[in-house]
């Protein structure tokens, strides 16, 4: 955990949105005829699939290396991920000129491995089963002297991510919409932190819900318990992007205050609403950036008829022989066939 203190503010998201301005990408928010007649809602879709390295991650990167001070630069940073938060540090640092070390698992979609190579990162591969990796990278800090970047808990993540909201808001303004509701993923929480921090502070009767892996769903325990609670599943999640084991010691505190509810859904769910991004709204989004949409056509949350509704599609980068077994329906347990078939 770094950058400790204080809650993030809107004023922090405001300062981080400067910083950022003209190397993120400002992503449009859009709306799906389609979806709002299935849904009998108004969904206004945020698509951060559009976002450089294909998600979010990039803008808490961005926000994080920038603040950095010569030295540090000049020493690089390292950062453990299983794939998104690995592509926006390594881009990050590839555009402001300094090393990046990146620990991933070794079972991290390739294509995710790939990419992060391809910014120019340097890659060192975990057992995610037997290795630790916040072991791994504070010793390879202590060794080269480098700054560690945490995927979610850290100030100056959260308030990367949480320039997610502040567009979200005034997008949604600028189109004459009041939120009712505002739905995104929720793995160590760093996204929604930050997002519901923004809207929050902008509209205040909009109701925040996260969504969770059913397989993964520490966080929900978390908020009924009162205090952060480790998940430790015996399965994997198809998810890959939400299975952090718990949420973290600076997100936690703020979704505790924030939350209206947290939804969990399937796998086969996930794959569904995958096709339906695909089939429908013609975006490509990974399983872990798409449980909100799978939360919404699998009736997980409620909602009041003609209400307005922000969706979050936190990322794009799937694996494309899952995302192919996916379009071919091979994921799709028999509990979900009647789902399947209202889909097509």
């Given at each position: 955990?770094?950058?400790?203190?204080?809650?993030?503010?809107?004023?922090?998201?405001?300062?981080?949105?400067?910083r950022i301005a003209g190397h993120a990408v400002v992503t449009p928010l859009i709306e799906s005829p389609a979806l709002n007649e299935r849904l009998g809602l108004r969904v206004l879709i945020k698509p951060e699939t559009l976002q450089r390295v294909g998600a979010f991650k990039f803008r808490g990167a961005y926000n994080r290396l920038v603040q950095l001070n010569a030295d540090q630069r000049r020493r690089g940073v390292v950062a453990f991920?299983?794939?998104?938060?690995?592509?926006?540090?390594a881009l990050a640092a590839k555009l402001l000129g300094m090393p990046a070390l990146i620990v991933m698992p070794s079972d991290a979609p390739a294509i995710k491995i790939a990419a992060t190579r391809g910014y120019g990162a340097e890659i060192q591969l975990y057992d995610r089963l037997t290795d630790d990796?916040?072991?791994i990278s504070t010793a390879i800090a202590?060794?080269?002297?480098?700054?560690?970047?945490?995927?979610?808990?850290?100030?100056?993540?959260i308030a990367g991510q949480g320039t997610v909201g502040l567009e979200l808001v005034r997008q949604a303004e600028a189109l004459g919409a009041r939120l009712d509701l505002v739905v995104a993923p929720v793995g160590g929480g760093g996204l929604m932190a930050g997002v519901s921090t923004a809207v929050k502070a902008l509209s205040p009767k909009t109701a925040m819900i996260g969504?969770?892996?059913e397989a993964f769903d520490?966080?929900?325990?978390?908020l009924r318990a009162g205090h952060r609670i480790v998940s430790r599943p015996a399965t994997r999640s198809l998810c890959d992007a939400l299975e952090s084991p718990a949420p973290g010691e600076l997100?936690?505190?703020?979704?505790?205050?924030?939350?209206?509810?947290?939804?969990?859904?399937?796998?086969?769910?996930?794959?569904?609403?995958?096709?339906y991004a695909y089939s429908t709204l013609k975006l490509v989004v990974e399983p872990g950036g798409v449980v909100g949409l799978a939360a919404l056509l699998a009736g997980k949350i409620k909602l009041g008829?003609?209400?307005?509704?922000?969706?979050?599609?936190?990322?794009?980068?799937?694996?494309?022989?899952?995302?192919?077994?996916v379009l071919r329906g091979e994921l799709y347990s028999a509990g979900a066939s009647a789902w399947a078939d209202s889909s097509r």
């Open positions: 955990m770094t950058g400790a203190g204080a809650s993030v503010t809107l004023a922090d998201i405001e300062a981080a949105a400067a991920s299983s794939g998104n938060h690995a592509q926006g540090v990796r916040e072991a202590a060794e080269r002297g480098c700054v560690v970047v945490p995927a979610f808990d850290d100030r100056h993540i969504v969770e892996p520490d966080t929900l325990r978390s997100t936690f505190p703020v979704l505790q205050k924030t939350l209206a509810d947290i939804a969990l859904v399937s796998d086969a769910e996930v794959a569904l609403a995958m096709r008829a003609g209400e307005t509704v922000a969706l979050v599609l936190s990322g794009g980068n799937v694996d494309p022989d899952l995302f192919a077994r």
